[in-house]
Structures are given as structure tokens and as C-alpha cells.
């Protein structure tokens, strides 16, 4: 690949997204970016176009992956496909099977949109360790590419709508099985929990559940108990390396450290005195499903380096979080 190429990038305005075609940008691609319109009619794409280089090298597109067909226009010349976009619904608005369809039969749309295409010689899709860590392992094993969440065990175990979970599994085993069925070139990103700064509009949730101890989010410290996580500039450095390294193939989980909620008290308590940190007394009595770590050791074989640490993340979170008022 040249860096003149022409990419696509869906889900552009999403937080792995929008950082990833800054990145592209930076490196001389040629960027479509599709964006999903939403209800009224108009979204905000102003912080991408002011990219540098945007305004030379980006073409916002919109498409949708409720309707079939929507993705040919930003697919069109592109030499390479990265699938960000994903339905999420947390709140449990719409079925499961709903929200599973549409992943699932989008992405299809999209694979096969590119066998149309002639040109593109790679899809990258980002699936999410939420397609790795739900199956029963011991929360001490640190899981590696050949590990699939059970769709069966986390309809029976999670207590809140598994329809992101369960649709990442089957959209990325859909992805992996297409592209051996159709000889298309196909690699999987699996980040575990995204945190860092941000360039979006819309405060990212990975990062607003990183950051619960410090805005007082008590509903989110379950998750804290024990967390994988990876810089927003790591994952979208891994997107790039995975898309220009002819060599690589399949899985490839992208995760750079692991903290418990002792760890990060202690952590957040020690650089950041300026927030009411919460006492290790207040996760006493929380009852959660501790999830095993994750191991990057076959992204970091094939030559990739992680260049965040953790203090990173967190002065790149919160300072995005003071530029956009939430903090």
C-alpha cells in the first residue's frame, strides 16, 4: 500500500473512528469516511473536517448499515476497508435480535460491497474483546486470539442487554468466515477497553467508565474491578499496521495493560489530588463477574509496539474531558 491510497473508514464520527482517519489523514491517505444521519436529519462532522489535510483528503459519505447498498459510494476506489461502525445499544431500546441482524447483515453488505468494488485489497474490521472473554474462563488466564466468547453463556450470565456483545461475536466470525469463503483479504482488530483523548463530540463510554472514580460514577465501578485497557492512538497505530502488513492474518487482540480498581484508586489518588477520589472502602461488597485478561502477544510478533502506558491515557482523557466540558 502507498500512502496516496485511497481508504475507507466507517463510523467516522465514533471515537476509534474519528481518531483513526486523523491518524490516516497524518500518514497521506486519502480518507472516505462514512458517517449515519441521524433522525434529524444532519450530523456533526465539522471536528473532522477541520482535520489537517481534510480538507484536501476527506470525503464524508453517508451511508447506513440498515440499508443494503448504502456503503458502494464511500467504497468506491478504496484500495482498503476499516469497519469501525457498530450498533450499540446499552440500554436494552431494541431486541437483541434486531440489534444482531443489523450488525451482522451490514457488515455482510459491506464484505460484499467490496467484492464488487474490484479495488479493495484489505478489510480491517474492529471487533471488541467483548468477542474473546465471555465463555467461562478463570479470571487469571490471560486469553489469546483462539478464545470466542459463548453466546449461550452470556444470554444466561449477564444480568444487562447483551445485543453489543453477542453481535460483535457472530459479526466477527461472520467477517472471518466471508472473507475464507470469497478469498478476501480480511484481519480482525480486538481492542479491550479504549481509553485516552478524544477528538469526537460525544463523550466516548469506554472513557467515561475509566474516568467513573474521578466523576463519581458509582453505577460503573463494577467494571473497574478488573479492566484491560489500550490507548484510543495504540488501537488506531494497530489498525494501520494490520492493514499495511502483507504478512498478517486472522485475529489479533490489541490490548496494553490490566488494573484492577485497587490499582487505579491508588493510581488516580497519587497524580491527580485534585479530584475526590473515592476510598478502597467503597468497592467493598460489589459482586461482579471478574473477566480473564487478554494477551497481545501475536500482534506484538508480527512487529507491533504499544507506545502508551497508562498515565497517558488518563492525562489524554481528562484533559479532552476539560476542553469539552465535561470535566
Excluded at 491517505?29 to 436529519?41: D, E, L, M, Q, S
Excluded at 459519505?61 to 458502494?72: H, T
Excluded at 434486531?98 to 450488525?103: D, G, L, S
Excluded at 507506545?307 to 470535566?327: D, H, P, T, W
Aim: net charge negative.
Amino acid at each position: 500500500m502507498t500512502n496516496r491510497d485511497r481508504v475507507c473508514v466507517t463510523g467516522g464520527t465514533g471515537f476509534i473512528g474519528s481518531w483513526l482517519i486523523m491518524r490516516l489523514l497524518r500518514r497521506g491517505y486519502v480518507v472516505n469516511a462514512t458517517v449515519r444521519v441521524n433522525p434529524v436529519g444532519s450530523k456533526d462532522v465539522g471536528f473532522l473536517r477541520s482535520l489537517p489535510g481534510a480538507e484536501e483528503n476527506l470525503r464524508i459519505v453517508v451511508s447506513d448499515l440498515s440499508i443494503p447498498g448504502s456503503f458502494d459510494p464511500a467504497i468506491e476506489g478504496c484500495v482498503g476497508v476499516f469497519h469501525v461502525a457498530t450498533p450499540v445499544d446499552f440500554e436494552g431500546k431494541e431486541p437483541e435480535e434486531v440489534v444482531v441482524k443489523r450488525t451482522v447483515d451490514g457488515t455482510l453488505d459491506l464484505l460484499r460491497a467490496c467484492l464488487r468494488s474490484g479495488t479493495v485489497k484489505r478489510f480491517v474490521y474492529t471487533s471488541s474483546a467483548s468477542a474473546v472473554v465471555f465463555n467461562g474462563a478463570e479470571p487469571g488466564e490471560a486469553l489469546d486470539e483462539s478464545s470466542w466468547s459463548d453466546v449461550d453463556y452470556l444470554r444466561r450470565t449477564m444480568t444487562f442487554p447483551v445485543s453489543y456483545m453477542v453481535s460483535k461475536t457472530l459479526a466477527e466470525k461472520a467477517v472471518l468466515e466471508f472473507g475464507e469463503e470469497h478469498g478476501l483479504d480480511v484481519v480482525t482488530v480486538i481492542p479491550s477497553f479504549v481509553h485516552g483523548p478524544f477528538i469526537c463530540p460525544k463523550f466516548p463510554g469506554s472513557v467515561r467508565t475509566c474516568l467513573a472514580m474521578i466523576m463519581g460514577n458509582e453505577e460503573e465501578y463494577p467494571s473497574l474491578l478488573k479492566i484491560s485497557l489500550v490507548h484510543v492512538d495504540d488501537v488506531a497505530s494497530a489498525h494501520i499496521f494490520l492493514f499495511e502488513n502483507s504478512d498478517v492474518k486472522g485475529r489479533y487482540i490489541c490490548s496494553s495493560h490490566d488494573m484492577t480498581a485497587e490499582d487505579t484508586l491508588r493510581f488516580l489518588s497519587d497524580r491527580y489530588p485534585e479530584f475526590s477520589i473515592p476510598p478502597v472502602e467503597s468497592l467493598k461488597g460489589i459482586k461482579v463477574q471478574l473477566l480473564p485478561g487478554l494477551s497481545s502477544q501475536k500482534l506484538m510478533a508480527a512487529g507491533f509496539k504499544f507506545e502508551y502506558g497508562v498515565e497517558e491515557m488518563f492525562n489524554g482523557a481528562i484533559q479532552s474531558c476539560r476542553e469539552k466540558g465535561y470535566l
